[in-house]
């Protein structure tokens, strides 16, 4: 009889979830839509002057993200960053600082080609911004994105 109760918590314990899984960069494209933004990742574009993938080292990908929300918007950031296995700290990537990028609706920001280590098992983007509110008042936003790599 005491089997029984011990079998059920094992059967709960594997049949839910104990964590959520962030979007893999396994499978591409990959799209993410908010309220406010469009985000796909998708191999890198390649060309004579651009990043290639080195196997075992590091792999390349491509960031579009439109501003598919809110009209009235300024002062856009995005920042992307990678783990480092062993470590608290998130390494930039890159950063965006143009202040008209994403400012209206349909633009958009395309980042072609990004190296991320193949010890890194995350990337996170973050997008900050600023929407202005009545009488002048700003208030500011952001919004992260993370993939498993």
């Known amino acids: 009889m005491k089997k029984i109760p011990i079998i059920i918590a ?15 960069l396994k499978q591409l494209p990959i799209t993410e839509n908010t309220n406010q933004w469009k ?20 792999n390349t990908y491509s960031l579009k993200i439109n501003n598919i929300g809110d009209q009235k918007i300024q002062n856009v950031r995005v ?13 930039e990537l ?18 072609q080609n990004f190296p991320i280590s193949v010890k890194a098992t995350v990337l996170e983007i973050d997008i900050t911004w600023e929407k202005v509110l009545e009488q002048n008042n700003v208030r500011h936003f952001k919004e992260t994105f993370i993939f498993e790599q």
């Open 39 to 58: 985000l796909s990742i998708d191999k890198a574009i390649t060309g004579p002057n651009l990043t290639k993938a080195k196997p075992g080292v590091y």
């Open 10 to 24: 094992l059967v709960m314990l594997i049949s839910f979830p104990i964590k959520s899984q962030a979007s893999s």
């Open 94 to 111: 890159f950063t965006s600082e143009d202040k008209n990028v994403l400012a209206s609706r349909k633009s958009d920001f395309h980042h």
């Open 79 to 91: 920042e992307a960053f990678r783990n480092e296995p062993g470590s608290k700290t998130m390494f």
